[in-house]
């Protein structure tokens, strides 16, 4: 059995785009002018055996006159006298596309997916009142979704901005429900709302199929979350476990009065501990993008970037940084810059920075930030592990968020919301984590233990953070 789903909108609103991100694949032609797809194409998103989930990317609407609709109106079978008419796909390419997604819609699609830019007040759009009538002569069960909406949102202005257009289109029964999903900046968790939605609208006969191709989206799905959180755990576990040897303070210098060797001493040890840290973010971020098959696709540039880029350099600034892709937010570009240059903002506790548009500090940029452990090593503060668990969040929570359809991973600015929900989530946790902090200076417990409760202890975070941000999405 197949399932078609058959993407639709006024020409250029992004229904290729969002191709892209829902298959994670670089299909067809996206370009910022009208017909730029000529014809439908057909994308299987899953397959089970025969079973199989196909999403069509149509040509979309393109100027229909609001008098051809009055004519149509008056004949007894609008889409048909309208299928009828002979058209140019050369000198009448807005008829001709009109008339390809319009077959599509009723030869093939058993759901259709209508995208409308949200950017746009939808009393003021000239061509919704055209496009809803013939969606109506074609009656099948619609999903209004949002796109091009700026950018994540909070989950209230998320639900006022479909409020708008809801009020807009409540007459059309055939428009079962509206979600906010933009190609850019879209969440997984948003597909899978998308996917619940789709289920009930299904006849009968389809929906034990749609029950089953669904689960396989959702078990891919629920792999790169569990994947990705486990190289965050990694690299938490391995800061954790990060120490370096240093000697032993005689009685001077706890008097201040010691020959300098010691300070010296610790001045290298955050040195090269920064760097490690800095190495481990660059890798563990690479490891996301790789996850969420965001990276190019061309291998020569991925080889070369390693080769050039992903070393540690002396000094890096924020574009080299920025270019190479290897961070998630504007923060951790900065914080990485920073530790690369030697972890200045660490010793002197310099704000060196500000997080997605010029609001609060870095993390990271506080305090001393090593401490004596047991044999003579230094380690991370427990506050300074704690802050690089909200950084590894953070950028998990950038990478998850990166339509396919944006193109390949570029380091994005992180939204204040992100971090006011990690904020408060990790609150609740704190004790935890600095328990599994603790463990770094304890003989008896291995790095092996820690993994595994960091990996549990992640995993209910973050699915709690993406809860507080999607709220009534019931996939977990
Ligand atoms: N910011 C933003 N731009 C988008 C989004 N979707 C599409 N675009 C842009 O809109 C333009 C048209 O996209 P395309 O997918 O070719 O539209 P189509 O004609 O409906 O297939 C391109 O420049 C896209 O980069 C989105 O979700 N957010
Ligand atoms: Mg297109």
């Given amino acids: 059995m197949q399932i078609n789903f058959s993407l639709i909108s006024h020409t250029n609103v992004g229904k290729t785009t969002l191709a892209r991100t829902l298959l994670r694949q670089e299909v067809g032609d996206v370009l910022d002018r009208e017909h730029v797809t000529q014809q439908c194409e057909a994308y299987t998103m899953f397959e089970i055996q025969e079973d199989c989930l196909v ?59 209508y995208l409308a830019d949200a950017k746009s007040d939808p009393a003021w759009l000239p061509y919704l009142s055209i496009e809803m009538e013939i969606l109506g002569w074609l009656d099948k069960p619609t999903i209004l979704l949002l796109n091009q909406t700026g950018g994540p949102q909070s989950s209230e202005d998320e639900t006022t901005e479909r409020e708008t257009w809801y009020n807009q289109l409540k007459g059309y029964s055939f428009i079962k429900t509206i979600i906010s999903l933009d190609a850019f900046t879209r969440c997984w968790v948003q597909e899978g709302e998308l996917f619940n939605t789709i289920g009930p609208l299904l006849p009968l006969e389809q929906q034990t199929v749609y029950e089953r191709l669904k689960s396989a989206w959702k078990e891919e799905n629920f792999r790169v979350f569990h994947s990705s959180i486990l190289e965050l755990a990694k690299h938490l576990t391995e800061s954790i476990f990060d120490a370096m040897p240093v000697s032993d303070e005689s009685l001077l210098d706890k008097l201040g009065l010691g020959n300098g060797d010691r300070k010296k001493e610790l001045k290298q040890a955050h040195q090269q501990m920064s760097e490690r840290l800095a190495q481990r973010m660059i890798d563990m971020t690479n490891q996301l993008i790789h996850l969420h098959q965001l990276e190019g696709h061309s291998t020569q540039k991925a080889q070369s970037l390693t080769q050039n880029h992903l070393r540690i350099p002396e000094k890096v600034n924020e574009s080299i940084w920025s270019a190479i892709g290897g961070a998630a937010t504007g923060a951790a570009a900065g914080l990485v810059t920073d530790l690369l240059a030697g972890g200045l903002s660490f010793f002197g506790g310099a704000v060196l920075g500000a997080i997605g548009g010029g609001t609060g500090t870095y993390f990271l940029a506080k305090s001393y930030n090593l401490i004596q452990g047991n044999n003579n090593v230094v380690r991370w503060t427990k506050n300074h592990f704690f802050e690089q668990v909200q950084l590894a969040l953070l950028s998990y929570l950038a990478v998850a968020h990166y339509g396919r359809g944006r193109g390949e991973w570029k380091e994005t600015n992180s939204s204040q919301h992100w971090q006011h929900t990690i904020q408060q989530v990790l609150g609740q946790y704190r004790d935890q984590f600095d328990q599994l902090w603790a463990q770094g200076d304890n003989d008896s417990v291995s790095q092996e ?12 975070c973050m699915t709690l953070v993406l809860q507080k941000l999607y709220p009534g999405v019931m996939i977990f």
Wanted: without cysteine; aromatic residues 8%; negative net charge.
């Fill in 55 to 113: 999403l069509w990317d149509t040509p979309g609407f393109g100027f229909i006159s609001p008098q051809l609709i009055e004519d149509l109106k008056a004949t007894n079978s609008p889409i048909e006298t309208f299928l009828a008419q002979t058209v140019s796909s050369r000198t009448e390419s807005t008829l001709w596309s009109s008339q390809l997604a319009i077959k599509n819609i009723q030869e093939t699609a058993d759901i259709v997916l």
């Fill in 449 to 460: 233990q820690t993994l595994a409760k960091m990996t549990d202890l992640l995993k209910l």
